[in-house]
């Protein structure tokens, strides 16, 4: 027999094909469903395999569900995620996109209406409303200050998904005790789709201080908010600058004593534009923020590098800036290299004085060394997440750093709606 056709007559009535082990035929039969099919597995654990070509006209709806749903990777799963809008695969290691381009509908130009988020402005309760000629749609803002300089906002989208254009712009690092001038904060932007019912937190960096002479003991340092990088333990040195970030979900900061930098995550960071160095007492300048890759302090005795970090479908490799080494070792450290979101500071490196700190990042800039002449921090570096549209980023293009003696300026983000 080469062709069976079942058809019934009375719309509504089914067919049930009970125990079938195999469909075999030779090259060239088909079996063909015209219609709904419905599958159900009674046992658990059954799979229902597929052995040559699926052929579909018309649409299959993928596997789907965000970020913070997906399941035990196994490689080769393939799913659709409504948090990136993209779709995805499991490469044996990790989730990795598909595609860079998200799936969304053709961005126009730009309008006219732009909300510039600063860290003296005060928008909590505030709903921003934008008319475009397709629809209206709301972005409502709330605020809750974590420092003094320095807020995050939180931010959610309603009447639909929107389109926004997000320019960051990180914080400067301060000037030395002396004559240094701070690393200019990184420069980042990008269109970010914003889905209803999902919250994003937007940090806005703080410039960095300069730190006067301290003594005998340890100084007290406040940690800069976006992980500007301390000076050392007796001061005379500029803080890096934080960085100014977006983020799906809650934000985990990194953390600094005088001694030491702890990591935070950068696992759901959206964009994000890195803080300038510190400048060392000695008039070592700073180095400027992200960029995908802050740059090195000036070189004292030994400088602190800039964060780096590369972007690949799916995925991101990076590293935090470079400590510098101990220059007479057992009897001198080096300095704190730059970890996630937390830039690195000159620690006890030297005589523990004159280095500047890195700035925060995606990775943080590496602290300078205290030996006279101390050396600048290096920059941290700033990120793009695979699925933003438009996106760039370059360094030393955002806040500025201080000058002898003086703070670095605070980060700023802007928000402009895509009609």
Same mark, same amino acid.
Not at 10 to 37: D, E, F, H, M
Not at 99 to 125: C, M, V
């Given at each position: 027999?080469?062709?069976?056709?079942?058809?019934?007559?009375?719309?509504?009535? &089914?067919?049930? &094909?009970?125990?079938?082990?195999?469909?075999?035929? #030779?090259?060239?039969?088909?079996?063909?469903?015209?219609?709904?099919?419905?599958?159900?597995?009674?046992?658990?654990?059954? @799979?229902?395999?597929?052995?040559?070509?699926? /052929? %579909?006209?018309?649409?299959?709806?993928?596997?789907?569900?965000?970020?913070?749903?997906?399941?035990?990777?196994?490689?080769?799963?393939?799913?659709?995620?409504?948090?990136?809008?993209?779709?995805?695969?499991?490469?044996?290691?990790?989730?990795?996109?598909?595609?860079?381009?998200?799936?969304?509908?053709?961005?126009?130009?730009?309008?006219?209406?732009?909300? @510039?988020?600063?860290?003296?402005?005060?928008?909590?309760?505030?709903?921003?409303?934008? /008319?475009?000629?397709?629809?209206?749609?709301?972005?409502?803002?709330?605020?809750?200050?974590?420092?003094?300089?320095?807020?995050?906002? %939180?931010?959610?989208?309603?009447?639909?998904?929107?389109?926004?254009?997000?320019?960051?712009?990180?914080?400067?690092?301060?000037?030395?005790?002396?004559?240094?001038?701070?690393?200019?904060?990184? =420069?980042?932007?990008?269109?970010?789709? !914003?889905?209803?019912?999902?919250? =994003?937190? &937007?940090?806005?960096?703080?410039?960095? !201080?300069?730190?006067?002479?301290?003594?005998?003991?340890?100084?007290?340092?406040?940690?800069?908010?976006?992980?500007?990088?301390?000076?050392?333990?007796?001061?005379?040195?500029?803080?890096?600058?934080?960085?100014?970030?977006?983020? =799906?979900?809650?934000?985990?900061?990194?953390?600094?004593?005088?001694?030491? #930098?702890?990591?935070?995550?950068?696992?759901?960071?959206?964009?994000?534009?890195?803080?300038?160095?510190?400048?060392?007492?000695?008039?070592?300048?700073?180095?400027?923020?992200?960029?995908?890759?802050?740059?090195?302090?000036?070189?004292?005795?030994?400088?602190?590098?800039?964060?780096?970090?590369?972007?690949?479908?799916?995925?991101?490799?990076?590293?935090?800036?470079?400590?510098?080494?101990?220059?007479?070792?057992?009897?001198?450290?080096?300095?704190?290299?730059?970890?996630?979101?937390?830039?690195?500071?000159?620690?006890?490196?030297?005589?523990?004085?004159?280095?500047?700190?890195?700035?925060?990042? =995606?990775?943080?800039?590496?602290?300078?060394?205290?030996? @006279?002449?101390? +050396?600048?921090?290096?920059?941290?570096?700033?990120?793009?997440?695979?699925?933003?549209?438009?996106?760039?980023?370059?360094?030393?293009?955002? +806040?500025?750093?201080? +000058? %002898?003696?003086?703070?670095?300026? @605070?980060?700023?983000?802007?928000?402009?709606?895509?009609?």
């Amino acid at each position: 027999m080469s062709n069976i056709n079942l058809t019934s007559v009375n719309q509504g009535t &089914l067919w049930n &094909l009970n125990n079938i082990k195999t469909i075999g035929s #030779v090259p060239g039969n088909v079996l063909t469903i015209s219609g709904n099919t419905s599958l159900s597995i009674m046992n658990l654990g059954t @799979n229902i395999d597929v052995s040559g070509n699926l /052929n %579909a006209n018309g649409n299959m709806i993928l596997p789907n569900g965000s970020t913070a749903n997906r399941p035990f990777g196994v490689q080769g799963y393939f799913r659709f995620n409504t948090t990136t809008l993209l779709p995805e695969y499991y490469n044996g290691n990790i989730w990795a996109n598909l595609t860079s381009t998200t799936i969304a509908p053709t961005i126009p130009s730009i309008s006219a209406r732009t909300i @510039n988020i600063a860290s003296s402005s005060n928008p909590s309760g505030t709903n921003y409303t934008w /008319n475009s000629s397709f629809t209206t749609q709301t972005l409502s803002f709330s605020l809750s200050l974590i420092g003094t300089n320095n807020s995050t906002y %939180a931010i959610t989208a309603t009447g639909g998904t929107c389109y926004a254009l997000f320019t960051l712009l990180g914080a400067g690092g301060a000037g030395g005790y002396n004559a240094g001038t701070g690393g200019t904060g990184g =420069y980042t932007c990008g269109v970010v789709p !914003l889905v209803p019912g999902i919250t =994003y937190n &937007l940090l806005i960096g703080q410039g960095g !201080l300069a730190i006067p002479p301290g003594g005998p003991g340890p100084i007290v340092q406040t940690t800069p908010i976006g992980g500007g990088g301390l000076v050392g333990t007796l001061g005379y040195g500029g803080q890096g600058g934080g960085y100014t970030g977006l983020f =799906y979900g809650n934000i985990v900061p990194g953390s600094a004593t005088n001694t030491s #930098v702890s990591p935070g995550s950068n696992s759901n960071a959206i964009l994000l534009s890195g803080g300038g160095g510190g400048a060392s007492y000695e008039g070592k300048v700073g180095g400027a923020g992200g960029g995908l890759s802050g740059v090195a302090g000036e070189n004292g005795a030994s400088n602190g590098g800039g964060g780096a970090t590369w972007s690949g479908i799916g995925s991101t490799s990076a590293s935090g800036g470079a400590s510098s080494p101990a220059l007479n070792p057992p009897f001198a450290t080096g300095s704190l290299a730059g970890v996630v979101l937390q830039g690195g500071g000159c620690s006890d490196s030297g005589d523990g004085g004159g280095g500047g700190g890195g700035g925060g990042g =995606y990775y943080g800039g590496g602290g300078g060394n205290g030996s @006279n002449p101390g +050396s600048g921090g290096g920059g941290g570096c700033g990120y793009i997440a695979t699925y933003i549209l438009s996106a760039t980023s370059s360094t030393g293009n955002g +806040s500025t750093g201080g +000058s %002898a003696t003086g703070s670095g300026t @605070n980060g700023v983000a802007y928000i402009s709606y895509y009609s």
